[in-house]
């Protein structure tokens, strides 16, 4: 059921909201392939995107194992000749020279909402034509400039350092890292603000870069955030209750702090208190949807019609072609009420 949600929400976000194919296919062309021999003679490699004439912006973790790092794409390469590293944010900015490759728009993640439409584009598996994958933001996250993005846009290795756009071709943040369990990847992007320091940083020529990244963090340390995401793709629940329980404490109006303890007391069987959280979640964020259906799952599970009805009513406010999915999702017969 899970799943068939996911999927029919995605689904329904592609068909209701435009997107620009030309911006699109443009910017598909602004992300490159970035490569070098490792130590051991094998190939590093990762992803990048052309932000300036002869710049690329990657993930530092992507230059760690090799001294030689070149730009590719196809039968075309573009030696790497200097480096400004925030290795901390995990973001680098290579130059080289000579590169054809226009620049992509840049975007900002401020103006992202939860349930938008998203597309990642990267050369995931080190394959020489980027590979896009079309998904939706599952979550926004403050730092200290821009919004750390989690998305349900899926990049594979060798995808770490490719772009995240909207539909109008504009990047907005950089795939960096993941989880991986059971319950499925989840996936992180950095917030595409981060890149303004870069120009300021100082040039380098030396590889590989070292240094560790903020999502290398010990997990004590790591945002709340972060150390919920590895528990829930396990489906750890009574681990992901314990961290939620801390998340909630710490940030009480936090929206995902609530839908992320409401998942795990829904797991648990724990269905008034999984209600109680999902409410909680959906009083702090009224265009939650995917904290509105579950909502209303726990209040059917109740025996709660009252709620049950009222969620159906707040969907249709928000899009009324929510309403079919959710009658379908709950397996009422016409409607909830």
């Excluded at 401020?110 to 349930?115: I, M, N, P, T, V």
């Excluded at 846009?153 to 756009?165: N, R």
Aim: aromatic share 10%.
């Amino acid at each position: 059921m899970k799943y068939f949600l996911a999927a029919t929400l995605l689904l329904l976000s592609t068909l209701t909201q435009a997107y620009n194919q030309q911006a699109l296919m443009s910017s598909y062309f602004g992300v490159v392939l970035i490569r070098g021999y490792n130590q051991d003679g094998g190939m590093a490699y990762g992803s990048g995107v052309v932000v300036a004439e002869n710049e690329v912006v990657t993930n530092c973790h992507v230059l760690r194992a090799t001294k030689q790092p070149w730009v590719s794409r196809g039968e075309d390469s573009y030696p790497i000749t200097s480096v400004r590293a925030d290795t901390w944010h995990d973001l680098c900015l290579v130059t080289t020279h000579a590169m054809p490759f226009q620049p992509v728009p840049l975007g900002n993640s401020s103006s992202l909402q939860r349930g938008q439409e998203i597309t990642a584009i990267g050369h995931s598996n080190g394959v020489p034509a980027p590979i896009t994958s079309v998904g939706e933001i599952q979550g926004l996250y403050p730092t200290e400039t821009g919004f750390m993005i989690r998305s349900s846009a899926k990049f594979l290795m060798g995808a770490s350092g490719s772009g995240l756009f909207d539909m109008d071709g504009k990047l907005v943040g950089i795939n960096t890292f993941k989880t991986a369990g059971n319950g499925g990847s989840i996936h992180f992007a950095l917030p595409v603000e981060w890149l303004k320091t870069l120009a300021s940083l100082p040039v380098s020529q030396t590889f590989p870069v070292s240094g560790k990244a903020l999502w290398e963090e010990d997990e004590d340390k790591k945002p709340y955030y972060m150390r919920a995401a590895v528990p829930e793709s396990r489906q750890d629940w009574a681990a992901l209750e314990t961290i939620a329980l801390a998340w909630t404490r710490s940030e009480k109006n936090s929206p995902d702090a609530w839908f992320s303890l409401g998942m795990a007391e829904q797991q648990l069987l724990h269905f008034s208190a999984a209600a109680q959280a999902y409410q909680h979640s959906v009083t702090l964020d009224p265009n939650f949807v995917e904290a509105l259906f579950k909502r209303g799952h726990m209040a059917k599970k109740l025996g709660d019609g009252e709620t049950v009805s009222a969620v159906e009513t707040r969907l249709r406010q928000i899009d009324p072609q929510l309403v079919p999915v959710y009658q379908t999702f709950m397996g009422c017969e016409g409607s909830c009420h």
